[in-house]
């Protein structure tokens, strides 16, 4: 390969400074190295660390601006508590009597609603030490309601079948790079870069997506599909694969046992059909199935929010019949899934862990799927089911925000407890690339905050579950240390990983992988790798689309929201148009509705709505408005404010 | 004293290769946290371009755009107080214990570079980070860029490595 190095970078602070720590940044999953520098205790600046296997110095905006977050107007730093939301908030003495209070108040909640009433909202903020003390928090109290943005479908973190292939470095040796339903370029820039690398190398980008998204931009072939249909897109891709015999004579054994009822489940369809459900005119698909085939390896890219949707293994399926598993360059590597299955209740025998995990499995993702909770115990901005249960007049009586900055959540809760920011404490950081990290403190916490896990000890100890929670320094405060070799010790994949190997691999700027083999090598055992796509089962096809309901009449347009850890790169306190939250929407729809740039417009759904100012673009199509804040994706109607909501609806009605 | 200051600092350039920009903001932010501006000050400003039509596709692009150091600042020479100055390294810079923040730089700017910093009432504009650059470091635009779209360095560095960019591309499609 022709290859060209730059000139050298010159790094370092212009600032004076008495100590610089070498950390992990915790903004995205990448999980970027970066150097900040201390003086007299206060963050003073932040540059990459160009050691860092991942990231080699760069920082995106958000790894730059999270200094500002330390110590921001907004930042909570006081313990607060009311009886009412018509009350004003009271300043508690301390963090005793605030889990006190809070402790009553929950006994109270499970007396009258029973264990099943709480609900427990865990922020990527707040940190994978809050969100695992949490489920053991909950096995212990008997509710299977946590919800995380670090959850899979089923749970409890990835299995190697569908965790990342390789290193997001390795993307430069890849031919042709797939990226279905994600926006690196926005959300993992840092990690983007290396499919620049490739693509100067001459490797091809392919994108599909709804939107035309910043990564689509830099995209050799860019691919508008339908909502939803990241993974009948997969599905069409390998009827089309199949089709056009672009397979390989040695596709049948490359590690897949694949039975007769697979290769019919393909036979029985047409490639029309088949692309009828991603939009995609069937020209087009053959064109990315043979660019996709032909430039091999090709390394499949998949956003976090296809794992939610049925047919998902079909990614792992096509990497590994096409032979792309296990090629440096090639294979599957689905965004935001590297965080093995750790579970952190599981040594809870005889308190109903069991049923509880697995109740948890099929109830956790759906707020539909369960009463309206009474009480609410969250780390960050509460979802959508909560404005719900607000207009159906079941609000919960109890709701606990433990954050480090005021939200709109805020204003909804009753009591408040100041968290430590992910600057501000040690802590464990698994990466996209299944890298595990050890994240050094960069300053000290403010004297009012504590970590997530100080909070589940402090309350666990108030039923009487301090045993369950016995990770406990001297002065009381947790042992992070302690808890994370707990935890690491929990999972095979992790099993002989401690914080003194992460901490010496972060010295020598190794990465220290899952799984696991210690023994072995740092990296993870290769063989460990091949045993778990072996014991894959090939994903059948799956044509299945969602027809229209009555509700999709009344809201005819599709709202997409970002997934909540793949926020987009920000730039420090947006005041102006180009990049705050704005509703894009495209220019037909909008002059039809007499919608310009910066208008106000109001978006509804049957539960909720939410006024915002317009940004008319043709980065979206006429069927989807995109908003960069809301929780979930749905159906909704948008209407200019002032407008009626009819009227907007017979306009849309007669262009959709 | 002129002379010595010019022989002692040689002049560097800043290298946009808009084609590798892909608008994810890190120089505008970078940019805004090390001279600790607020959001209404964007020395380092990112364009989106688009989407526009191209037959039955879009197209879209990102422009880096900032202070282009001119040879002849139209911005120093309309200063009323001297505030505006350019260095004999080629870095034109605003001294702000002397602005007065009239804004007639960014009147005089064709480019409309300068901006007004409503947070202290002075103006705004990339100084190319001549006190990292006096330390020999890179400015943060280009250090943070994740995917070199911003390349610093003495002049004949620079395009010497343009040059070697181009004719890798060219080997390549060969």
Request: proline content about 5%; aromatic content about 8%; overall charge negative.
């Amino acid at each position: 390969m022709l290859d060209y190095h730059l000139m050298q970078r010159f790094t370092g602070t212009r600032r004076d400074y008495d100590r610089m720590v070498a950390t992990i940044c915790q903004e995205c999953t990448v999980g970027c190295g970066l150097c900040a520098y201390v003086s007299e205790g206060r963050l003073v600046d932040v540059q990459g660390d160009e050691r860092h296997p991942i990231s080699k110095g760069r920082l995106c905006s958000r790894g730059t601006a999270f200094a500002r977050d330390l110590a921001c107007a907004e930042r909570i730093t006081r313990l607060a508590g009311r009886k009412s939301l018509l009350d004003d908030f009271e300043e508690l003495d301390g963090w005793e009597q605030a889990l006190d209070l809070l402790a009553d108040r929950l006994k109270k909640v499970r007396e009258q609603h029973g264990p099943k009433s709480l609900f427990i909202d865990c922020d990527t903020g707040a940190g994978l030490d809050f969100y695992y003390a949490a489920t053991r928090f909950a096995a212990l109290w008997g509710t299977p309601y946590v919800s995380s943005p670090f959850d899979d479908p089923n749970n409890s973190g990835s299995t190697i079948s569908n965790a990342p292939d390789g290193d997001c470095s390795a993307w430069i040796h890849s031919r042709c790079l797939f990226i279905v339903a994600a926006d690196p370029a926005s959300t993992h820039p840092v990690a983007f870069r290396w499919a620049l690398e490739a693509q100067k190398n001459g490797a091809k980008i392919v994108v599909a997506d709804t939107r035309f998204t910043n990564t689509m931009s830099k995209a050799d072939l860019a691919l508008r599909i339908g909502s939803d249909a990241g993974n009948l897109l997969g599905a069409a891709l390998m009827k089309a694969i199949l089709d056009e015999q672009l397979c390989g004579p040695n596709s049948t054994s490359n590690g897949l046992d694949i039975p007769e009822s697979w290769w019919n489940s393909f036979d029985e369809i047409s490639l029309e059909s088949a692309a009828k459900g991603t939009d995609l005119p069937v020209a087009r698909l053959k064109e990315a199935a043979i660019l996709v085939a032909k430039k091999r390896p090709t390394k499949l890219i998949t956003g976090k929010r296809l794992a939610h949707l049925p047919g998902y293994e079909i990614w792992r399926t096509i990497a590994t019949l096409m032979g792309w598993t296990g090629q440096q360059g090639g294979g599957w590597y689905p965004l935001d899934s590297g965080r093995p299955t750790l579970c952190s209740s599981a040594d809870l025998q005889g308190e109903n862990s069991q049923e509880i995990a697995e109740k948890a499995q099929s109830d956790s993702r759906s707020a539909d799927g369960f009463d309206t909770p009474r009480a609410v115990i969250c780390s960050g901005g509460l979802s959508d089911f909560h404005s719900g249960s607000k207009q159906s007049g079941k609000a919960p009586v109890l709701i606990a925000l433990f954050g480090c900055l005021c939200s709109e959540t805020a204003d909804h809760c009753h009591m408040l407890f100041p968290a430590q920011n992910w600057a501000e404490r040690e802590s464990l950081f698994f990466s996209n690339d299944r890298a595990i990290q050890w994240s050094r403190k960069i300053v000290e916490p403010p004297d009012s905050t504590r970590s997530g896990l100080d909070f589940w000890m402090g309350l666990a100890k108030r039923f009487g579950w301090q045993d369950h929670f016995p990770w406990k320094l001297d002065d009381d405060n947790a042992d992070h240390e302690a808890f994370v070799d707990w935890l690491l010790a929990q999972d095979t994949s992790t099993k002989g990983c401690t914080v003194e190997v992460l901490k010496k691999s972060s010295e020598d700027g190794i990465l220290v992988h899952w799984p696991f083999d210690g023994n072995q090598s740092l990296q993870g055992s290769s063989a460990a790798l091949v045993r778990g796509y072996e014991e894959i089962t090939p994903e059948f096809a799956c044509f299945s689309h969602q027809p229209a309901d009555e509700a999709d009449e009344l809201y005819p347009l599709y709202l997409e929201v970002p997934d909540s850890i793949s926020k987009k790169a920000i730039c420090v306190g947006n005041e102006t148009l180009d990049n705050g939250n704005l509703l894009q929407i495209n220019p037909e729809i909008a002059r039809a509705l007499g919608i310009d740039t910066g208008d106000e417009v109001v978006v509804q759904d049957s539960e909720t709505f939410v006024e915002v100012r317009a940004w008319v673009t043709r980065m979206v199509p006429r069927w989807l408005v995109y908003l960069p804040s809301g929780s979930r994706n749905k159906r909704v109607l948008v209407r200019k404010k002032g407008q009626s909501g009819p009227d907007a609806l017979n306009i849309l009605r007669k262009l959709l | 004293m002129t002379e010595m200051y010019t022989r002692n600092k040689p002049k560097n350039m800043l290298l946009v290769d808009a084609s590798l920009c892909i608008g994810c903001l890190s120089c505008q932010t970078a940019c805004q946290m090390e001279h600790d501006l607020p959001a209404c000050c964007r020395t380092v400003r990112i364009v989106q371009l688009g989407p526009f039509h191209q037959g039955e596709d879009l197209t879209m692009s990102f422009l880096p755009t900032t202070c282009f150091h001119c040879d002849r600042p139209a911005c120093v020479e309309a200063c009323p107080t001297g505030a505006m100055q350019k260095r004999s390294d080629g870095i034109v810079f605003s001294d702000p214990e002397i602005c007065i923040g009239c804004q007639t730089c960014a009147v005089a700017c064709p480019y409309g570079i300068p901006t007004l910093n409503r947070a202290n009432g002075k103006i705004a504009k990339c100084n190319g980070c001549k006190d990292r650059i006096d330390l020999g470091l890179w400015p943060v635009c280009a250090l943070k860029c994740p995917t070199e779209a911003l390349v610093f360095g003495r002049s004949t560095r620079v395009v010497q490595d343009k040059r070697q960019r181009e004719a890798l591309k060219l080997a390549r499609a060969l």
